[in-house]
């Protein structure tokens, strides 16, 4: 799989605080991994979109991840919010995750993220247009 990665998305986690960049590189490389796993996937753009780090592929919907000063307690990997890939995700994983509405999971900065559910996160949204007729999205 080849991954593009702009410059300006680099700088992104260069000027995260200390406290978070661990948690930040941490879901990159969880996306990164997890695209890397899946064959339909052979090229992934590392992008800024709203200037949050954004994730695309051929067939995918928008991942975006980001701490924000104004919750320093939490970052979240964020969707569209019109798909239903957040919809989806607080039914078979209700117990697992928080939620913010029909956008994002978050995560506090010393929570255990749970790898595997995370993962069918990720590969749904990264193949969103090919799952998005199936009931849970392939997952």
């Not at 695209?35 to 899946?38: K, Q, T, V």
């Not at 928080?98 to 559910?117: C, H, M, S, T």
């Given at each position: 799989?080849?991954?593009?990665?702009?410059?300006?998305?680099?700088k992104?986690?260069i000027?995260?605080?200390d406290?978070?960049r661990?948690?930040?590189?941490?879901?990159r490389?969880?996306?990164?991994?997890t695209?890397?796993?899946?064959h339909e996937?052979?090229?992934?753009e590392?992008?800024?979109?709203w200037?949050?780090?954004?994730?695309?592929t051929?067939?995918?919907?928008?991942i975006?991840?980001?701490w924000?000063?104004?919750?320093?307690?939490?970052?979240a990997m964020y969707f569209?919010?019109?798909?239903r890939l957040?919809?989806?995700?607080?039914?078979?994983?209700?117990?697992?995750f928080?939620?913010?509405?029909?956008?994002?999971?978050?995560?506090?900065?010393?929570?255990?993220?749970?790898?595997?559910?995370l993962?069918?996160?990720?590969?749904?949204?990264?193949?969103?247009?090919?799952v998005?007729?199936?009931p849970?999205l392939?997952?």
């Open positions: 799989m080849q991954i593009n990665t702009s410059s300006e998305f680099e992104v986690f000027n995260y605080p406290l978070v661990n948690n930040m590189l941490f879901l490389e969880l996306i990164e991994e695209a890397n796993e899946m996937i052979t090229q992934l590392e992008t800024l979109k200037g949050e780090p954004g994730f695309l051929k067939n995918g919907s928008t975006r991840i980001d924000k000063p104004k919750t320093p307690q939490s970052y569209q919010c019109t798909s957040v919809e989806t995700f607080k039914i078979i994983f209700k117990n697992t928080q939620f913010e509405g029909k956008r994002a999971i978050v995560f506090q900065l010393n929570d255990k993220v749970p790898v595997a559910e993962k069918f996160c990720i590969k749904a949204a990264l193949t969103y247009h090919k998005k007729h199936l849970t392939g997952i």
